[in-house]
């Protein structure tokens, strides 16, 4: 049914496009290893007969024509990176959705329904501490004040396209109109599969990410010559409130705070910090519950600053909704993890994915694949091939079902 070891084959080709000494991967937006992995996942898509393209923000994306006039059914993931990342986090998904059209091709089976299988633009936001690029465009959620970003060289998002040799001008053209779904699978970043002994599972949900950055100022002097009592140490006081955000976010079951970005000045060794500028990723399932995290977490930060005389900037980088999973299309899941013989185990995701920006605009559906450890964005990120195997038959049944629904 899966050819798996063209799909393995793919996926060890593709990792070596970006390859770090640790081998692990960096591959970030609108850079020339991106483009390089785009023109090999091209290749991939054209040798299974679709029509491929790249769209106004540089989403690559492969079409295949349905027998009628349907809406779309679309599959997809993302094949940028986090710094080191791992080989299987999105590139799984887009290869395995190319396999899943290129094994129907074989069995000559052609789908009532077009398909349009999407690697994504930017998911991980790594370059421009934003996320999901490609996806919002496609939502037509992408605006012209969003491409004003930048990347720690100054370089805008908008720039980036251009140099890219794309047109912003053509933002909306990415808009995806009459889809009928989007399905992905994605390896499960976390320990929940492992933990029930099954390969694969059906995702009920996605935790929404909530990014904000803390700016600290207080005031520069030197180590040696200001008393205790009498510093503004801008680096102490973040190191209470990040402290104090662990506290507080393990307080509720489902909610995670994670500081992954710090920047000191003028990070001297006999100099007092003046300024300590961080990331803050919130997440939860639930709205309210993130919101109540961050609320806490900012009343904190405040009356923190205002004890050592220091002066706080809290500037939000994004705020997603969490966003469920279609029940309809998670039976359809369950029901072909059914058909392979494997127990069902269904989970929510803490991780943000593309899916998240087609809220209110149409069912998505989630399918993961077990992580071995629960290890991702490491170099030492790994999925079976048997386990990749059995998720990419669960896709393949959940198209012809979703296809001939």
Same mark, same amino acid.
């Given at each position: 049914?899966?050819?798996?070891?063209?799909?393995?084959?793919?996926?060890?080709?593709?990792?070596?496009?970006?390859?770090?000494?640790?081998?692990?991967?960096?591959?970030?937006?609108?850079?020339?290893?991106?483009?390089?992995?785009?023109?090999?996942?091209?290749?991939?898509?054209? @040798?299974?007969?679709?029509? =491929?393209?790249?769209?106004?923000?540089?989403?690559? /994306?492969?079409?295949?024509?349905?027998?009628?006039?349907?809406?779309?059914?679309?599959?997809?993931?993302?094949?940028?990176?986090?710094?080191?990342?791992?080989?299987?986090?999105?590139?799984?998904? /887009?290869?395995?959705?190319?396999?899943?059209?290129?094994?129907?091709?074989?069995?000559?089976?052609?789908?009532?329904?077009?398909?349009?299988?999407?690697?994504?633009?930017?998911?991980?936001?790594?370059?421009?501490?934003?996320?999901?690029?490609?996806?919002? %465009?496609? #939502?037509?959620?992408?605006?012209?004040?969003?491409?004003?970003?930048?990347? &720690?060289?100054?370089?805008?998002?908008?720039?980036?396209?251009?140099?890219?040799?794309?047109?912003?001008?053509?933002?909306?053209?990415?808009?995806?109109?009459?889809?009928?779904?989007?399905?992905?699978?994605?390896?499960?970043?976390?320990?929940?599969?492992?933990?029930?002994?099954?390969?694969?599972?059906?995702?009920?949900?996605?935790?929404?990410?909530?990014?904000?950055?803390? @700016?600290?100022?207080?005031?520069?002097?030197? %180590?040696?010559?200001?008393?205790?009592? &009498?510093?503004?140490?801008?680096?102490?006081? %973040?190191?209470?409130?990040?402290?104090?955000?662990?506290?507080?976010?393990?307080?509720?079951?489902? %909610?995670?705070?994670?500081?992954?970005?710090?920047?000191?000045?003028?990070?001297?060794?006999?100099?007092?910090?003046?300024?300590?500028?961080?990331?803050?990723?919130?997440?939860?399932?639930?709205?309210?519950?993130?919101?109540?995290?961050?609320?806490?977490?900012? !009343?904190?930060?405040?009356?923190? #600053?205002?004890?050592?005389?220091?002066?706080?900037?809290?500037?939000?980088? &994004?705020?997603?909704?969490?966003?469920?999973?279609?029940?309809? /299309?998670?039976?359809?899941?369950?029901?072909?993890?059914?058909?392979?013989?494997? *127990? =069902?185990?269904?989970?929510?995701?803490?991780?943000?994915?593309?899916?998240? !920006?087609?809220?209110?605009?149409?069912?998505?559906?989630?399918?993961?694949?077990?992580?071995?450890?629960?290890?991702?964005?490491?170099?030492?990120?790994? *999925?079976?091939?048997?386990?990749?195997?059995?998720?990419? /038959?669960?896709?393949?049944?959940?198209?012809?079902?979703?296809?001939?629904?």
């Amino acid at each position: 049914m899966i050819n798996i070891h063209r799909l393995t084959s793919h996926l060890q080709e593709l990792s070596e496009i970006g390859r770090t000494n640790e081998g692990g991967v960096n591959r970030y937006s609108y850079t020339n290893e991106e483009r390089l992995a785009n023109e090999l996942v091209k290749k991939y898509m054209e @040798t299974a007969d679709l029509t =491929v393209e790249y769209d106004a923000v540089g989403n690559l /994306i492969g079409s295949l024509k349905g027998k009628e006039n349907l809406p779309i059914i679309l599959l997809g993931s993302h094949i940028d990176s986090v710094p080191n990342g791992g080989k299987y986090d999105g590139s799984l998904g /887009i290869l395995t959705a190319i396999e899943v059209l290129h094994s129907l091709k074989e069995k000559e089976i052609r789908l009532n329904h077009p398909v349009k299988v999407i690697a994504f633009k930017d998911e991980e936001g790594t370059r421009f501490g934003f996320g999901m690029i490609g996806s919002r %465009a496609v #939502a037509g959620t992408l605006t012209d004040e969003d491409l004003n970003r930048v990347d &720690q060289q100054g370089v805008s998002i908008e720039q980036a396209i251009k140099e890219y040799g794309l047109e912003k001008y053509r933002l909306q053209s990415a808009k995806i109109e009459n889809v009928k779904c989007y399905v992905e699978v994605h390896i499960e970043q976390g320990k929940v599969l492992e933990n029930h002994d099954a390969a694969v599972g059906c995702v009920t949900g996605i935790a929404g990410p909530l990014w904000l950055q803390f @700016t600290l100022t207080g005031l520069s002097e030197h %180590a040696g010559a200001t008393p205790m009592d &009498q510093r503004q140490d801008a680096l102490v006081g %973040a190191s209470l409130i990040i402290a104090e955000a662990e506290k507080i976010a393990s307080e509720y079951p489902t %909610a995670v705070a994670t500081v992954g970005k710090l920047s000191v000045k003028p990070n001297g060794v006999n100099v007092i910090p003046g300024e300590v500028i961080w990331t803050m990723d919130i997440r939860d399932i639930d709205d309210d519950i993130r919101d109540e995290v961050e609320r806490k977490i900012t !009343q904190f930060a405040e009356k923190t #600053a205002a004890a050592r005389h220091i002066h706080l900037k809290v500037n939000e980088l &994004q705020r997603v909704a969490p966003v469920p999973c279609d029940e309809g /299309i998670q039976d359809v899941v369950k029901g072909s993890i059914r058909e392979i013989g494997e *127990s =069902v185990v269904s989970l929510s995701s803490g991780a943000g994915h593309d899916g998240m !920006q087609f809220k209110d605009r149409f069912p998505i559906a989630m399918i993961f694949v077990r992580s071995k450890d629960g290890i991702s964005h490491n170099p030492k990120e790994f *999925s079976s091939a048997q386990d990749i195997e059995k998720a990419a /038959i669960v896709l393949f049944k959940t198209v012809l079902i979703l296809d001939a629904k």
